[in-house]
């Protein structure tokens, strides 16, 4: 799953550039797991934030290159109308 999440984020949003995985040879401890993890998930927010839009009947959807179908999205968690 990190894997595809660092795909997705790029490199503008990965939260830890150097980071792709964890160590499959050394076992991180659980707040370790737990730090990463809650980077991810803020950093994924950030994203998702900046890629949605609002219309004025309040729906939510993904910005998508010009002629792209839109696909209706949840509120982010941070959404800054």
Not at 2 to 27: H, I, K, M
Request: with cysteine; glycine share 4%.
């Amino acid at each position: 799953m990190l894997e595809t999440a660092n795909r997705l984020l790029g490199e503008d949003y990965r939260p830890f550039p150097n980071f792709e995985q964890f160590d499959v040879d050394a076992l991180p401890t659980t707040s370790d797991v737990v730090t990463m993890l809650s980077q991810y998930l803020r950093t994924m927010d950030r994203f998702r934030c900046d890629h949605t839009q609002k219309d004025f009947r309040g729906d939510y959807s993904w910005n998508l290159p010009n002629g792209s179908p839109s696909i209706k999205a949840k509120r982010p968690k941070s959404f800054h109308a």
